[in-house]
C-alpha cells in the first residue's frame, strides 16, 4: 500500500527498497531508507520498509517502536503483522493476536494468512491453525510455504491421506515429504 500524492521518484525508490528486503539486503534498505528520508522527508511508507528492514536484522526494539507508531495509520495491516513476526520468538499468544488482527484488516493477504496458520499450529492450536493455511494455500496456490506449512500440520493432525494428496497434486518429491515428515515430528516433541 502507497501514500497518495508521492511522486513517481519515491514510488520507485520504495519498490526498490521492498526488492531489497525481498532480496535479504537489509543493511542497504535501511541505507536508502535514509537516503530516500532524506531527499523527501519520511513517510509511513518509508517507516513500514525501516520497521521491516529492522526486524530482519534482529533490531526488535527499533522495529517495535516503528510498528507501533505506524497501528493509527493506512498501514495498521502491516504493522500488526510485524510485531507479531517480532512477538512469535517471545510470546506466540501475543504474537497470534497480532497476527490475527492483521489478518481480520487483510484477509485475502497470502502471507499474513500463513503466518497465523504457522503461529497456530507451532502453538497446538491445530483446528484453528488448518483454516488459516487452508485459506492461503487456495489464495495462491503456487506459493510453497503455505503448501508445505499445510501439509506439515496435516501430518501432525494424522490426516496422511489428505497430507499424500496435497503432495501429489503439487509436485512435492518424496524427499520433500519425508523432510516434512521429520518436520511435523520436531513440532510435536514438547518443548
Request: aromatic share 4%; net charge positive.
Amino acid at each position: 500500500m502507497r501514500e497518495r500524492g508521492r511522486g513517481d521518484d519515491s514510488v520507485v525508490h520504495a519498490d526498490l527498497i521492498r526488492g531489497m528486503l525481498a532480496k535479504q539486503q537489509y543493511y542497504a534498505a535501511l541505507a536508502h531508507v535514509e537516503d530516500q528520508k532524506r531527499s523527501s522527508g519520511a513517510t509511513r511508507e518509508l517507516k513500514l520498509l525501516e520497521a521491516e528492514a529492522r526486524r530482519n536484522l534482529g533490531q526488535s526494539v527499533q522495529a517495535e517502536i516503528l510498528y507501533k507508531e505506524l497501528l493509527s495509520t493506512d498501514f495498521r495491516a502491516d504493522a500488526e503483522h510485524g510485531l507479531g513476526l517480532l512477538y512469535a520468538k517471545r510470546d506466540i499468544k501475543v504474537a497470534v493476536q497480532h497476527l490475527r488482527l492483521a489478518v481480520q484488516r487483510r484477509p485475502t493477504e497470502v502471507t499474513f494468512r500463513n503466518d497465523l496458520g504457522y503461529a497456530l499450529m507451532v502453538s497446538g492450536r491445530y483446528k484453528e491453525a488448518l483454516p488459516e493455511l487452508a485459506t492461503a494455500v487456495e489464495l495462491d496456490q503456487n506459493n510453497q510455504l503455505s503448501r508445505n506449512n499445510l501439509i506439515t500440520l496435516l501430518l501432525l493432525t494424522k490426516d496422511e491421506t489428505r497430507a499424500k494428496q496435497i503432495a501429489r497434486n503439487s509436485g512435492v518429491s518424496d524427499d520433500e515429504l519425508a523432510g516434512l515428515r521429520r518436520k511435523a515430528q520436531t513440532l510435536m516433541k514438547p518443548r
